[in-house]
Structure formats: structure tokens, C-alpha cells
């Protein structure tokens, strides 16, 4: 087929073609091309047709419909009617007041806005700059958008993958996928083609762009570029995959419109009741109503929500977890399923010798990572790799047969070259070698490079009185045809082929990728190395175990996230054996095998949904299998959460209900699209992340608990004034005033209260609960009827003793605001008693805003200009002293039903508030 006669199609992709199962030259003869390359005119006619090798950019909202979208609240519907109301009667203080809020609202949700757009241009930075292609059989560079179907591309090490690329020659070539894939190593690339059903990660054949080629060369073709590459279909998955709404949203969503149904039937009713019943006029039950419905609205309620939750980000920032959006900080209390990566979230992403096997016997080396510390562990005794001759041979040639490097910068190792050479090399290192000594006293004089067709590498070394060694490392299945002995204590012996197949089985079950090495003298005037040297005759040292390890804070968190009644799954790309090891480490998937991607593939939705509430380990998994299994447990019920760092995971981060991705290692995908990043790649932040968003749920709870009833006292002492015929006690700009200054300011308080004890001892919090469950819902209606039974007393006293209107308002506004005060006391504690040291003290955020209050309510009762605004009076001592004694009073009363719903048992909302005592 030939671009030359086609139309442009209208993507960039070549005819379509399973690529990884053609042979080359089918492959070259489907997109019309050969060795030599393009010609520039036919490439230029390519480009014109398929477009440039980029990916095309998502559709994005202006600046004015974004903050437009952010007043799409019911509960912002409910505060923007009150500010009409109240702008339509000429009560302009109230309605500058009320839309403030919201426009405070709206501006912070602005300003989070734009992460899912960032997520894509993430990906699209992810393709190379430049690409070396050889057209009209010359080589030459170019930037990467010019790439099309059809160019020869030459890679070398170093180079990052341009475009999806079906590889045509091969020499040593090996090409890091761990941010596409999951594949902790590098993976070794061919150009003989795949099985049709070779998942992502087992396509040798090809390399994928914003890929890394670690080592060696290849020359290969393009065959997708821009949206039709890997990397284009994931950044596709993420443009289509719809973000979910946190149970926090929800659930206000819920709470507002059960508000707003409430305020308008209660509206209603009185106006009824006050134009029948008590025969007073349209126009002064309008206002009634009116006054009503601003008693009835928690206006503060979006700032104290939004506020505590920016309390949260910013305690959690502490803790190196940085949230992207404010919400999602209560979520992390209510999260049933943490879906991990393995490679660089519960792993270190750094290859590490665990085990050696030699002749002589079997010893563990401790230590982690590229920091060539740890001992050497036979039976239960340490000992010293120099005075163990088969220890100290092994680790020369580990060291010598080796390309890697390793750099100390600061306190920390960083490594240069292939990780599975560096955990060889920091083996060496451990053993007491240095690697500049080493190399000088025998440097290298030939090599055969490792390539997947033989599956080994050789180097030759020289001592300078010319002596030379043959040092050889590879797959043990290779090698141990290649030797005829193996090396003892002080000789070489004959080859122990049962004791090396066994030492191989059970290196291998423990999840560690297995490595061969050997050794064998070579004449003087050998200068040249041929796999004829290589291929018999050699002795052999041992075998290395090599895995990517745990981190050792995440095999706590884990038992700590269990202890929470969360569940961890793992999900990689990496070999179903590596998972299974890696997850008896961590205590994950104890109690089921791991389930393959390609197991995965023959399930319906609804098998899907059974394997995951069995299963914790998942392994060769794809973008689309992590997407799915997300799917499949939010299906079920839970509420997930999606920890990674690669490509790959990004997907899945923006549909799990918080995703989390790495600061460190975590690529700009990943990052953009996660609703929290770890700026220590630890997974053991999750779990105090997990701690912060129970707090924050749990403050919240706290502010709702206190704002309501003050907004039910409020509107009951307007309803039984208007029962009882009344001039109301409080005029609406009053109930405002209390609202927005003494209500809020005390309520936010509650924000910095600290983590309650047991917090991390009880389960998780169900999905389906309310905000007003049965115990707000009474403690709403039993503090609701005492500030009723409070303001109107007051407010009457003072009126039959001759107080003025005026003054007698003052004082029912002056009882309301010290009601709240001493409820602040009771309500910070919901099981143990207000009557403590730490109760009386309260936080510093406590006192500091119980003294705000008392100024500014000694402006709102004494200044002349407040006495204007909202018509008040000042009062005398005696009238402060009564007010104080009427809240005491209402804090001696809860307090007193406090001890009998504790002692005769909680029940409905009662019991999570005795498990957290």
C-alpha cells in the first residue's frame, strides 16, 4: 500500500496493522519503504497527509467559563437566591455580604482548576525534540514533529524513543519502558516479531515512544506517530475518562438540597401561618419570610468548608503529601482500597543483590538500593566476603564484567548505567572491592556486548604481568552449558548440575531475577575475544538473586493501612513470580495467586467485579487493565484510591476517587493527573495522609455540628415570634451579623482542632453516610430549641422590664453570640466531658477566636457607627452578667446529656464518636 495514491487519512497512523507479529520485510512492504528511507519529497507528501508527530491538543475552557462553572453549587445556588432576595427588598448590606461568600468560594475553586489539561500537556512533553533518520540513504537529524509512517529512525543509547517504532535491526539493544509498562529493567529489544497476543510489555519487537534506550543500537521504522502511539492512546483513555466527584461533594450536594427543601417549606408555612392565622399583611409576611429564610441559611457554611479543607492541604503539606484540590483531603477518610504500583511506589525502583549462591553455600546481603552498605549473612553469622575466597572471586567478576557506574553526590549513590550492572557493581563494592583499583590492576581488553540472541556478556581483562581472565555473566540456563566446573574452596571441581537447577528454582520463587557468573584463565596472547573463547571451558563462580525491593516503610504502612480497614492491591506490569514475592514482603495477596493482565482480558464486567474483591495482586498489567480494575471497585462499592508514578498509571489516577502519584521518580503525566503527590515518594505518607483526611472529615462534622444550630435557633425564635404574635427578637442584618462575624469566627476554631485518639483504629467511613445523621440531627434540634428558649426569653425579660426595642434586641444578639461561645466548649468534645483542663484551655485557635468574638461584639454593642448600622443599644453589667449566666447554663445542659448518652449507650451516628474517644 502506498501513501502516494491515498487520500489523507484523518489520523497519524499508518494503515492499520498488528505490527508486532509482521516480519520486517512485510512490515517494510505494508508502509511502502525500505532500509535506505524516505525520499524527502515522498516524506514531505507523508507529513502533509498524516499531520505532525505530536499530540493533538485537548479542547480547553476559557478563564471566564472556568470561573463561571465554579458557581455550578447547589448550595451556591441557595446563597446567590438569598443575595437576589435581599438585593429585591433594598437590603444591600445583606446581599454584598452573602454573594461575597460565594465569590470567595468560586475564586479558590478557580484558581485549582486546569489539572486535567496540564495532565495531557504532561504526556505531549513526554516525545523527543530531535531523531536521527536516515533518508535517501543519509543520515540526518531532525525534530521529532516531522517524523512520519515510513522513516528509518537509527537509536542509540541515551536516545528517548521518538515514535512507535517496529525494530528492523538490533544490535544489544535494550530500552527502559518502566514509565509505559511498569518493567523495573530494562528490556531487552529484538527484530523478530511477537505472538499476535503479546501484551504491551512483551513486544520485543517494537519500541514505544517517550521511551529510554539504556544500551546498544538499533535501527528500526516508524509505524505510528503522534495520537496513534502508545503514549497517544493513554493521553486518549485520560481525555475520556470522566472525574469523579468526591463523597464529600456529594454529599453536601445532598445536605444543600435537603436545606434549601427545608428553608422553603418552613418559608412558606410561616407566611401562611402569619396571612391567615394571625391576619397580617402580604407585604409584612414577605418580609417575614424573607427574614427567615436569612436566619435559615448557613451563609458561612462554603467558607468553613472551604477553609477547613485548606487547613487539611496545608497540615498534609507538612507531612510531604501535596494536595491538588481541596475536596479530596476529606476523601482520603473515607478510602476502602489503596491500588498501588509496585516499581518505585512500594519498591525503591532500584535493583538490589539479595541472595549469592556459590559452590561453598548460600549467603543474603542486606542493604537496599545503590548504597553499597550491607553485610554478608551465612546461616545466622555475618562474615567477611575477603576471607571467603568463592565471596571475593565472584564479586571480581561481577565488578569487572560490568558497565555501570557508580557517583556519590552528597549523602546520596546515584547510578549511571543499567540497574541490574548497578546492583552488581554495589554488590562488588559491598564486598570490599573498589572498583578504580580493581580496573586498574586488570583492565579490560575486548568484550562481547550482552545480546538477547546469546544472552550473555564477556570481557577480557589483563594484569600488567599479562596474565588474562575470561570473566563471563548471563542467564544461568546459557552459562551452565558454557562451563564444565565449578569453582571450590581453593580448586575447581566438576559442574554440580542438580545443586545449581535447584539453587536456580528457588532463587527464582522468591521472585529475584537470576544471573550466572563465571570465570576461566586465558593464554597471555589472547587480545581478541570470539564466542568460540566463550562458549566451553568456563568455571563457574555462582549465581546472583537480583530483585527490586520493598521499602522498608511501606511494609509498615501497608500493616497499617489493614489495621485502618483499608485494603492494598498491587497492580504492575512486572511478571506474575516478581509480584507474588514482592507482595509477601509487603503482606499483600496472601491469601489468593496473583491474576495476570492477559486473565484479565477473557473476564466480563461482572467477573471483573468478583476477581477484585479476592485479589490483590495483579500482575503484566496495562493501562486499560488498571482503568478497569478502578472500575470494577468503585462498581463494588469502595472508595479507591490510586497511588503511581508512571505513564501508565495516569489513566487510572484521574478515575480512582484520589489518585496519587510520586514527586521524585513520578513522571509529569502522572503528577498532573494525581489529586495528591508524595514529595517523599514514601508510600508510609499515605497512611498519615489517610489520618489528615479523617481529622479534616471529622472537623468538619465538628463546624456543621455548630453552624446548624445557631441557623435552627435563629429562624425558631423568628417562627415562635410570629406564633405568638411578637415583634421578632432579631431583626435579619442581626442574624447576619451573627452569621458572618461570631458564628464563622467561632466555627473555624473547630478547623485546627488536633487528631482525636483511635482515629486510625476504626474503619473506614461508609460511602452512604450522611451529613446529617441521627446524632447531628438530634443534637441539632436539642441546642436549636435552648437558643430558642434562650433569645426569646431574654428578649421578652427585657421587654417587660421597659427596655427599649432596641435594647432588647441587643440583648437577645448579646445571648445568641455567648450561647455559641460556651457551646463551642462542649462541642469540641463529642464523648469525653468540656469540664477539663484541656476543655476549659481549649487551642490556641480557640481562644484566639473567643477573644475576636468578644471585641467584636463589644463594637456591635457599644460603637455609635455599629448602633446605626444595625440598630443596637449598649448594655449594662448586669444585663452582661445575666447573658453570661444563660450560656453557662446551655453548657452545663449538654454537657449533662453529653454523660447520659454515653452512659445508657450510643446509638445510629453515637458509636464512631465512642471509638474515637
Do not use: C
Given at each position: 500500500m502506498s501513501y502516494r495514491s491515498n487520500p489523507p487519512p484523518e489520523t497519524t497512523e499508518a494503515p492499520k496493522a498488528e505490527w508486532h507479529t509482521l516480519p520486517v520485510a512485510a512490515v517494510l512492504a505494508a508502509l511502502d519503504t525500505s532500509p535506505r528511507g524516505l525520499d524527502p519529497a515522498d516524506a514531505e507528501r507523508r507529513l502533509a497527509a498524516t499531520g505532525p508527530n505530536l499530540?493533538?491538543?485537548?479542547?480547553?475552557?476559557?478563564?471566564?467559563?472556568?470561573?463561571?462553572?465554579?458557581?455550578?453549587?447547589?448550595?451556591?445556588y441557595v446563597l446567590l437566591c438569598a443575595a437576589a432576595v435581599t438585593a429585591a427588598l433594598g437590603h444591600w448590606l445583606d446581599t454584598a455580604v452573602i454573594f461575597g461568600v460565594a465569590l470567595v468560594n468560586s475564586v479558590i475553586g478557580f484558581l485549582q482548576e486546569g489539572r486535567a489539561e496540564r495532565a495531557l500537556d504532561a504526556i505531549s512533553r513526554m516525545l523527543s525534540v530531535h531523531a536521527v533518520v536516515r533518508r535517501d540513504g543519509r543520515r540526518r537529524e531532525l525534530p521529532a514533529e516531522q517524523l512520519v509512517p515510513g522513516d528509518i529512525v537509527l537509536l542509540a543509547s541515551g536516545d528517548k524513543v521518538p515514535a512507535d517504532l517496529r525494530l528492523i535491526e538490533t544490535r544489544s539493544l535494550q530500552v527502559e519502558e518502566a514509565a509505559l509498562t511498569g518493567e523495573s529493567t530494562p528490556v531487552s529489544k529484538a527484530a523478530e516479531p511477537n505472538a499476535p497476543d503479546a501484551v504491551v510489555g512483551d513486544r520485543t519487537g517494537m519500541a514505544f515512544s517517550g521511551t529510554l534506550v539504556t544500551s546498544g543500537q538499533a535501527v528500526a521504522v516508524v509505524v505510528a506517530t503522534g495520537d496513534s502511539t502508545e503514549i497517544g492512546r493513554i493521553s486518549h483513555l485520560m481525555a475520556n475518562v470522566r472525574r469523579l466527584e468526591t463523597p464529600l461533594t456529594r454529599k453536601m450536594a445532598v445536605f444543600?438540597?435537603?436545606?434549601?427543601?427545608?428553608?422553603?417549606?418552613?418559608?412558606?408555612?410561616?407566611?401562611?401561618?402569619?396571612?391567615?392565622?394571625?391576619?397580617?399583611?402580604?407585604?409584612?409576611?414577605?418580609?417575614?419570610?424573607?427574614?427567615?429564610?436569612?436566619?435559615?441559611?448557613?451563609?458561612?457554611?462554603?467558607?468553613?468548608?472551604?477553609?477547613?479543607?485548606?487547613?487539611?492541604?496545608?497540615r498534609m503539606a507538612r507531612r510531604s503529601a501535596i494536595m491538588r484540590r481541596l475536596p479530596v483531603v476529606e476523601t482520603l477518610g473515607s478510602v476502602t482500597v489503596i491500588c498501588s504500583d509496585k516499581t518505585g511506589t512500594l519498591t525503591r525502583n532500584e535493583m538490589t543483590v539479595q541472595h549469592v549462591v556459590t559452590p561453598l553455600g548460600e549467603y543474603r546481603v542486606e542493604g537496599t538500593g545503590y548504597v553499597p552498605r550491607g553485610a554478608f549473612i551465612a546461616g545466622a553469622s555475618e562474615v567477611d566476603p575477603g576471607s571467603r575466597p568463592d565471596l571475593d572471586l565472584l564479586a571480581r567478576a561481577a565488578l569487572l564484567c560490568n558497565d555501570a557506574e557508580l557517583h556519590r553526590q552528597a549523602d546520596a549513590w546515584h547510578l549511571e548505567g543499567d540497574p541490574t550492572e548497578g546492583a552488581l557493581l554495589t554488590l562488588a563494592i559491598k564486598a570490599g572491592l573498589d572498583a578504580a583499583v580493581e580496573h586498574k590492576a586488570l583492565p579490560r581488553t575486548d568484550l562481547i556486548p550482552f545480546e538477547s540472541e546469546h544472552r550473555f556478556m564477556a570481557t577480557l581483562n589483563h594484569d600488567h604481568a599479562g596474565n588474562g581472565l575470561l570473566f563471563v555473566k548471563g542467564a544461568p540456563e546459557r552459562l551452565l552449558d558454557m562451563c564444565d566446573a565449578e569453582q571450590g574452596d581453593t580448586s575447581k571441581r566438576p559442574l554440580d548440575r542438580a545443586f545449581w537447577a535447584n539453587a536456580i528454582d528457588r532463587l527464582a520463587a522468591r521472585g529475584e531475577r537470576v544471573l550466572a557468573l563465571a570465570f576461566r584463565p586465558v593464554a597471555p596472547d589472547l587480545r581478541a575475544l570470539t564466542f568460540t573463547d566463550v562458549e566451553r571451558g568456563l568455571t563457574l563462580l555462582g549465581l546472583v538473586g537480583i530483585i527490586d525491593p520493598p521499602r522498608p516503610e511501606a511494609i509498615t504502612a501497608v500493616a497499617q493501612c489493614r489495621a485502618a480497614g483499608i485494603r492494598v492491591k498491587m497492580i504492575t506490569g512486572d511478571h506474575a513470580g516478581t509480584a507474588a514475592a514482592i507482595g509477601r514482603q509487603l503482606g499483600i495477596g496472601l491469601d489468593c495467586a496473583p491474576t495476570t493482565g492477559a486473565e484479565l482480558e477473557h473476564l466480563d464486567t461482572a467477573?471483573?467485579?468478583?476477581?477484585?474483591?479476592?485479589?490483590?495482586?495483579?500482575?503484566?498489567?496495562?493501562?486499560?487493565?488498571?482503568?478497569?480494575?478502578?472500575?470494577?471497585?468503585?462498581?463494588?462499592?469502595?472508595?479507591?484510591?490510586?497511588?503511581?508514578?508512571?505513564?501508565?498509571?495516569?489513566?487510572?489516577?484521574?478515575?480512582?476517587?484520589?489518585?496519587?502519584?510520586?514527586?521524585?521518580?513520578?513522571?509529569?503525566?502522572?503528577?498532573?493527573?494525581?489529586?495528591?503527590?508524595?514529595?517523599?515518594?514514601?508510600?508510609?505518607?499515605?497512611e498519615r495522609a489517610v489520618e489528615e483526611g479523617r481529622t479534616v472529615y471529622d472537623n468538619l462534622k465538628k463546624s456543621i455540628m455548630f453552624l446548624l444550630p445557631m441557623n435552627g435557633g435563629e429562624s425558631g425564635a423568628l417562627i415562635a415570634a410570629i406564633m405568638l404574635g411578637t415583634v421578632l427578637p432579631i431583626t435579619p442584618i442581626q442574624i447576619l451579623w451573627v452569621n458572618m462575624v461570631s458564628s464563622v469566627a467561632l466555627a473555624l476554631a473547630l478547623a485546627f482542632e488536633p487528631t482525636e485518639t483511635g482515629v486510625m483504629r476504626r474503619p473506614p467511613r461508609p460511602v452512604g453516610e450522611p451529613i446529617l445523621s441521627g446524632f447531628l440531627v438530634w443534637r441539632v434540634l436539642l441546642v436549636a430549641a435552648l437558643f430558642v428558649v434562650g433569645i426569646f426569653a431574654m428578649f421578652e425579660l427585657a421587654l417587660k422590664r421597659g427596655a427599649s426595642l432596641e435594647e432588647a434586641r441587643t440583648i437577645a444578639v448579646n445571648t445568641l453570640v455567648a450561647m455559641e461561645v460556651f457551646y463551642l466548649f462542649s462541642v469540641r468534645f463529642l464523648v469525653n466531658p468540656a469540664f477539663t483542663l484541656a476543655g476549659v484551655r481549649g487551642t490556641p485557635a480557640v481562644l484566639i477566636a473567643v477573644a475576636l468574638v468578644i471585641v467584636l461584639q463589644s463594637l456591635f454593642t457599644y460603637a455609635p457607627f455599629m448602633h446605626t448600622l444595625f440598630g443596637t443599644s449598649p448594655l449594662g453589667l448586669l444585663d452582661l452578667a445575666t447573658i453570661t449566666l444563660v450560656g453557662l447554663t446551655v453548657l452545663i445542659l449538654l454537657e449533662i446529656e453529653k454523660v447520659i448518652r454515653v452512659r445508657f449507650g450510643a446509638r445510629d451516628g453515637f458509636r464512631w464518636h465512642r471509638a474515637a474517644g
Open positions: 499530540l493533538a491538543p485537548p479542547g480547553r475552557h476559557g478563564p471566564l467559563r472556568r470561573f463561571a462553572r465554579q458557581f455550578h453549587n447547589v448550595l451556591i444543600a438540597r435537603w436545606i434549601t427543601a427545608a428553608i422553603l417549606v418552613f418559608a412558606g408555612l410561616t407566611f401562611a401561618f402569619g396571612v391567615l392565622v394571625r391576619d397580617y399583611s402580604w407585604d409584612e409576611m414577605f418580609m417575614a419570610a424573607v427574614s427567615l429564610a436569612v436566619a435559615a441559611i448557613p451563609e458561612g457554611l462554603p467558607a468553613i468548608l472551604t477553609i477547613t479543607l485548606a487547613i487539611g492541604v496545608q467477573q471483573l467485579r468478583e476477581l477484585v474483591a479476592r485479589t490483590d495482586v495483579f500482575a503484566r498489567s496495562s493501562p486499560e487493565h488498571k482503568l478497569r480494575i478502578v472500575e470494577a471497585l468503585q462498581a463494588n462499592g469502595e472508595v479507591v484510591a490510586m497511588t503511581g508514578d508512571g505513564v501508565n498509571d495516569a489513566p487510572a489516577l484521574k478515575r480512582a476517587d484520589i489518585g496519587i502519584a510520586m514527586g521524585i521518580k513520578g513522571t509529569e503525566a502522572a503528577k498532573e493527573a494525581a489529586d495528591m503527590v508524595l514529595a517523599d515518594d514514601n508510600f508510609s505518607s499515605i
